[in-house]
């Protein structure tokens, strides 16, 4: 929960990014569940010889954190990625500024820049008052 309340969570589109927002919160859960497996049978385990063999878990564990890893920085969920979030959200806001300059800059008592406008439709409109 405590990411929805990140400034990254505002780039998430509910729609398209939900399903790999739920895969990564899943890789969370499971990469958890197979810690605590670890952590209770140990790093090495009875192999079907009966020799010592490493717990097929690690490499399991291996696999989805590299996953969780390109899915962290896919959502801006590390250092790095935040960076880059950053530069492309920094240029999105210059390029919003660029666009908005012309409507704020209009002059005028009114903050409405329709109201600048001496023409409408073709019609030339008359000072009512």
């Known amino acids: 929960m405590a990411y929805w309340a990140t400034p990254v969570a505002r780039l998430v589109d509910a729609v398209s ?3 790999a927002l739920e895969r990564l919160f899943w890789l969370y859960d499971d990469l958890e569940r197979s810690r605590r497996s670890v952590a209770s049978t140990g790093h090495m ?4 010889q009966g020799q010592k063999v490493m717990n097929p878990l690690l490499r399991h564990m291996q696999t989805q954190s590299a996953e969780i890893r390109q899915l962290e920085d896919r ?8 960076l880059s979030l950053n530069v492309t959200l920094g240029e999105a806001a210059k390029s919003l500024a660029d666009l ?16 600048d406008l001496d023409v409408v439709e073709g019609y030339v409109v008359d000072d009512v008052g």
Do not use: K, T
Request: glycine share 16%.
């Open 17 to 19: 990014d939900l399903p």
């Open 45 to 48: 385990v009875e192999g079907s």
């Open 75 to 82: 959502f801006g969920l590390s250092p790095r990625a935040r």
């Open 100 to 115: 908005n300059a012309p409507f704020l800059n209009s002059g005028g008592d009114d903050d409405d820049p329709r109201g």
